[in-house]
């Protein structure tokens, strides 16, 4: 039987298993017993808007030491040949040194200038970290990072990615 999805309940399927990846990691982390590290076991997302949806960018927050950090299920990046912003949602990724913008929203990118509708923002895709570098797992055959896909079907990958970001927070 072949069963067709509209691009919208395409949409509403990836939003649904994401957020399924981040309470794992969550309760994952909540194993860790560490002094001075809050997680925000909620975990957070983007919200959908008349003009856009950001639901697909969904993270764990977490404070260590006076410092907040993010897990995140997605990673944005500026292409290097091309200068454009790109986001790839289900890759895991690890975010530090949050800055806090003009809107009190803790983000790892700045907002330097805002002039009517145009925003001048300073990227900061130095910080963010790919979650592969810091475990010691196995990773798919051909590939360099960790999905939300691997999150949901090997459960071995997640208490390996939560251990890693312990070990990523406190170093």
Same mark, same amino acid.
């Given at each position: 039987?072949?069963?067709?999805?509209?691009?919208?309940?395409?949409?509403?399927?990836?939003?649904?298993?994401?957020?399924?990846?981040?309470?794992?990691?969550v309760?994952?982390?909540?194993?860790?017993?560490i002094?001075d590290?809050?997680?925000?076991?909620?975990?957070?997302?983007?919200?959908?808007?008349?003009?856009?949806?950001?639901?697909?960018?969904?993270?764990? =927050?977490?404070?260590?030491?006076?410092?907040?950090?993010?897990?995140?299920? @997605?990673?944005?990046?500026?292409?290097?040949? =091309?200068?454009?912003?790109?986001?790839?949602?289900?890759?895991?990724? @690890?975010?530090?040194?949050?800055?806090?913008?003009?809107?009190?929203? =803790?983000?790892?990118?700045?907002?330097?200038?805002?002039?009517?509708? =145009?925003?001048?923002?300073? @990227?900061?895709s130095?910080?963010?970290?790919n +979650? +592969?570098? @810091?475990?010691?797992?196995?990773?798919?055959?051909?590939?360099?990072?960790?999905?939300?896909?691997?999150?949901?079907e090997?459960d071995?990958?997640?208490d390996?990615?939560? +251990?890693?970001?312990?070990?990523?927070v406190r170093?």
């Amino acid at each position: 039987m072949n069963t067709r999805l509209s691009i919208k309940e395409l949409d509403e399927l990836k939003i649904s298993l994401l957020a399924e990846a981040r309470t794992k990691l969550v309760n994952a982390l909540k194993d860790f017993e560490i002094e001075d590290l809050t997680i925000r076991e909620r975990g957070g997302h983007g919200i959908k808007t008349k003009y856009n949806d950001r639901r697909m960018c969904c993270w764990i =927050s977490c404070e260590y030491e006076g410092r907040e950090y993010w897990l995140t299920l @997605f990673e944005s990046d500026i292409d290097p040949d =091309s200068g454009n912003c790109h986001t790839q949602y289900g890759k895991i990724m @690890f975010v530090k040194d949050l800055v806090r913008n003009r809107s009190s929203v =803790s983000s790892p990118n700045k907002i330097c200038d805002r002039d009517g509708d =145009s925003v001048l923002l300073r @990227f900061g895709s130095g910080k963010w970290k790919n +979650a +592969a570098d @810091f475990v010691t797992c196995h990773i798919p055959e051909g590939r360099a990072y960790i999905t939300a896909g691997d999150v949901l079907e090997n459960d071995g990958i997640v208490d390996e990615t939560a +251990a890693a970001f312990v070990r990523f927070v406190r170093g």
